[in-house]
């Protein structure tokens, strides 16, 4: 699963579950699930698809094995909306259980169906039977059912989530992710119509009245929560990897657009197959695009994408979907969906090497500066995260299992080397095929594979939380030709026990290796050094004359802070010559500190016109942007033009910061002519901050100008909201029905004051059309909350008329505003 990446989604990702956990290995254990048979075989017939009243008819023949003597009944997992009509003994291929087509006694408790058997049966035996049903489902919880309301790229559809614990309200199952099994659906679906599931298709018949029945066989098992079925009218781009079908299915409108996005599936596919030594497990891989989706979702040789799909310019502007979302999704085919986590304390698991994988597809494709770039924002997106909340990897409901996963999955790689590393992953890949694994399943395939026990390793990066923050300190003695470094670990253990009692720990001392590079007019000098202490004294010898820059952890081995006072010149040696984005970026971080030091500002202009790698001109321009104009403004003008769409972006968001009216016009240049919408984005921004007489105008022309996922109008409706411009509300509330950011925009201006931008959007709760009635929601669920410094609500109504929530909220605001004054 992936949920969208940008920070203004955040706020729409939903809330994050609560810890219940403690950092122990085996308190980790305690959260899979028992239950007392196996399940074999699921045979999943849907049909009668109602859009109105969210529902569909069901008949579901499982077959299982006991897992206890004297099993006499069986307990699924079944939505309490979902109807039994009838439970009978046997189905399809015959009997089971001690008898065929007799009804089964059955119970309800709640999301609970109890089928009795006919008979108790043994430890190992099989039993079959058929439950039949009318589900209705709460739309979003299981299927989503998706109507045009008069939208444009919108067709009609329905689409299913399983995961985690979702996939049982619209079929009756065992819904953890400890019990993998086989399964075939079959769909009958609407004239018109198409349905995507898992595995390979093994019939596809049209009725006479134009509706298809389509018949999907997963003959490979896997877990329950990767059972997926996309209903909707949907166009086939076909491809191969091997002769294994790699299949983009899109809207039809949107057919043109899916090869370009989609074509390096099958040499990632071919990628990960080599580098893990384990092929493409699945008989086919399917991408399928959907609405109002959150991302992706990896369900098993089918998965789940949203349904933005980058037209030809967007490529310059490095869409994340093809940089994270295609890969990551993909990884999973192994990592999550291969072998799968025992249960969801172990998540990271999944998602850690799902995050992980891009980067190593990218390294491989673009070079180690891609590799590097990758893990960088992954970097910057753990330590965020770990600011708002430190917890560990390995842990019920952890919140940073996407970065810190990728993070420390590099980080091993390094350790080990590149043949060590693969080898234990495979290992770990063939000793749980198509099963379960829990966190220490991978310690022990790092044993099995390379001899080495990695407890310490897991126990510091995987069990406890937080990382090392050095301080370090460098001392050159002439005398002795020496270097001496002083690296202290300066991390503080300061989390707090949350309200279940629950404390995670952070190391005193991380211990892991370190590389020292001492740069010379004569040549480097290394050392390499295992830091053990909470402080370390590391010495270089052989330095024979003065050091031109010192590296701390060369090659960005460590996952750190890092906190080093040097000389500028040392700093400016290690810019032009450090290979590594991390250490490069570290560095222009020290020099931008530094405005009024003409080496620094030297320094950053050479970067930012002439590096190697666009990331690290772009950072050097976004330093510049503290500096003198006399200094930073020519190499931001010269940046402008560069080849990298994002260095051009960066350079105008930087001159927009520098003021002045050579940076409003090339601001203005970039708005007119650049190709990128990210460009005209920053652009946006960069002319109404440096012409604030025009503003309006400015702002009101971008919004009339579509861009892939409304960059430039995203960049309009920041400038409102923070200007706070209550003249533009007008504006702002023609646009409520066409994009969900208006209403955010009307929650910001209504937390600065504005009582009829606050009316129009409660308004909105009431609106006819049930998608602006929830981005209205959103608005007051997050970003209201947010803007006002309140704590975000959990829940306003329903989403549908609810004529009681306009006195909730006119309540809330009243207390809020009672509490600020
Ligand atoms: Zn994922």
Request: proline fraction near 4%; hydrophobic fraction near 40%.
């Amino acid at each position: 699963m992936r949920l969208i990446h940008a920070l203004l989604a955040a706020c729409w990702a939903g809330a994050p579950l609560t810890a219940q956990t403690n950092t122990e290995r085996i308190a980790n254990d305690h959260y899979t699930r028992s239950h007392d048979y196996d399940l074999i075989h699921q045979r999943i017939e849907v049909s009668n698809f109602d859009w109105d009243s969210t529902s569909l008819d069901g008949r579901v023949t499982t077959t299982l094995v006991a897992r206890r003597p004297g099993l006499d009944s069986v307990i699924l997992d079944a939505g309490a909306k979902l109807q039994i009509r009838t439970v009978t003994a046997g189905g399809g291929g015959g009997g089971g259980g001690g008898g065929g087509g007799g009804n089964l006694r059955t119970a309800r408790h709640g999301d609970t169906l109890v089928v009795f058997l006919p008979k108790a049966i043994g430890f190992g035996d099989t039993a079959r039977f058929r439950v039949t049903y009318h589900g209705v489902v709460t739309n979003g919880g299981g299927l989503t059912f998706i109507n045009p309301e008069g939208r444009a790229h919108r067709p009609r559809q329905v689409w299913s989530q399983g995961e985690d614990d979702n996939n049982h309200l619209w079929f009756p199952t065992y819904d953890f992710p400890n019990d993998k099994m086989t399964w075939e659906v079959v769909a009958t679906v609407p004239k018109g119509m198409t349905c995507v599931s898992n595995g390979r298709l093994v019939s596809d018949v049209t009725a006479k009245d134009g509706s298809r029945t389509l018949d999907w066989l997963q003959d490979k098992p896997s877990a329950t929560y990767l059972v997926s079925i996309i209903v909707a009218p949907l166009a086939r781009i076909h491809d191969t990897w091997r002769t294994t079908p790699v299949d983009y299915y899109v809207y039809h409108e949107d057919s043109a657009l899916a090869r370009p996005l989609f074509k390096p599936t099958p040499d990632m596919i071919d990628t990960y197959s080599r580098l893990t030594g384990v092929n493409y497990p699945w008989a086919k891989y399917a991408q399928t695009t959907v609405a109002d989706f959150f991302g992706g979702m990896e369900n098993v040789s089918a998965t789940t994408l949203v349904d933005w799909l980058p037209r030809a310019r967007d490529y310059q502007d490095r869409p994340w979907y093809q940089w994270i979302l295609i890969p990551h999704e993909l990884a999973h085919q192994w990592f999550g969906d291969y072998v799968t986590t025992e249960n969801w304390a172990n998540m990271w698991l999944n998602e850690g090497f799902a995050e992980f994988m891009p980067g190593q597809y990218w390294a491989r494709r673009l070079g180690g500066r891609a590799e590097e770039d990758y893990y960088l924002d992954e970097y910057n997106q753990f330590t965020q995260i770990d600011h708002d909340r430190r917890m560990p990897l390995a842990a019920l409901a952890t919140n940073n299992i996407y970065p810190k996963g990728a993070l420390v999955l590099q980080m091993l790689k390094q350790y080990l080397g590149e043949q060590r590393f693969w080898a234990s992953v495979n290992r770990y890949l063939v000793d749980h095929a198509l099963d379960n694994a829990t966190t220490d399943d991978l310690r022990q395939a790092v044993l099995d594979a390379t001899g080495e026990n990695l407890d310490w390793f897991w126990d510091q990066w995987i069990y406890q939380a937080g990382y090392p923050e050095f301080s370090v300190a460098a001392r050159y003695d002439s005398s002795t030709s020496t270097v001496t470094l002083v690296a202290q670990q300066v991390q503080q253990d300061s989390s707090k026990a949350d309200s279940s009692g629950v404390r995670y720990t952070t190391p005193a001392v991380f211990r892991m290796p370190v590389t020292i590079r001492v740069g010379t007019a004569a040549g480097d000098v290394t050392a390499r050094a295992q830091l053990t202490r909470r402080q370390d004294t590391i010495v270089v010898r052989d330095v024979k004359t003065a050091p031109t820059m010192v590296v701390f952890d060369d090659g960005n081995a460590i996952l750190k802070q890092l906190s080093f006072e040097q000389p500028t010149t040392w700093l400016a040696t290690q810019l032009q010559r450090d290979p590594n984005l991390w250490n490069r970026h570290w560095v222009i971080a020290q020099l931008s500190q530094r405005p009024g030091d003409a080496a620094a500002g030297a320094a950053l202009a050479q970067a930012a016109t002439s590096a190697d790698y666009f990331l690290v001109r772009a950072a050097a321009i976004g330093a510049l942007a503290t500096f003198p104009q006399a200094v930073a403004l020519a190499p931001l003008e010269a940046a402008t033009t560069d080849t990298s769409a994002q260095v051009r972006a960066a350079a105008i968001e930087a001159l927009g910061g520098l003021g002045g009216s050579q940076a409003a016009a090339l601001a203005r240049r970039a708005w007119t002519s650049d190709s990128s919408d990210v460009v005209r984005a920053a652009a946006v921004t960069a002319m109404a901050l440096t012409d604030t007489a025009n503003r309006r105008a400015i702002v009101l022309q971008a919004l009339a100008r579509p861009a892939y996922r409304d960059a430039i109008q995203i960049a309009a409706y920041r400038m409102i909201a923070a200007s706070g411009d209550t003249a533009l509300i007008d504006s702002v509330e023609a646009r409520a029905g066409q994009d969900r950011f208006a209403l955010h925009v009307l929650a910001a201006l209504g937390a600065r004051g504005s009582s009829r931008a606050l009316d129009l959007l409660v308004k909105h709760l009431d609106d006819d059309r049930s998608y602006v009635r929830r981005w209205a929601l959103e608005a007051f669920r997050f970003s209201l909350p947010r803007a006002m410094g309140q704590p975000r609500l959990q829940s306003v109504g329903s989403g549908l008329k609810f004529p009681d929530t306009r006195q909730a909220v006119a309540d809330l605001l009243r207390q809020w505003q009672a509490g600020s004054n």
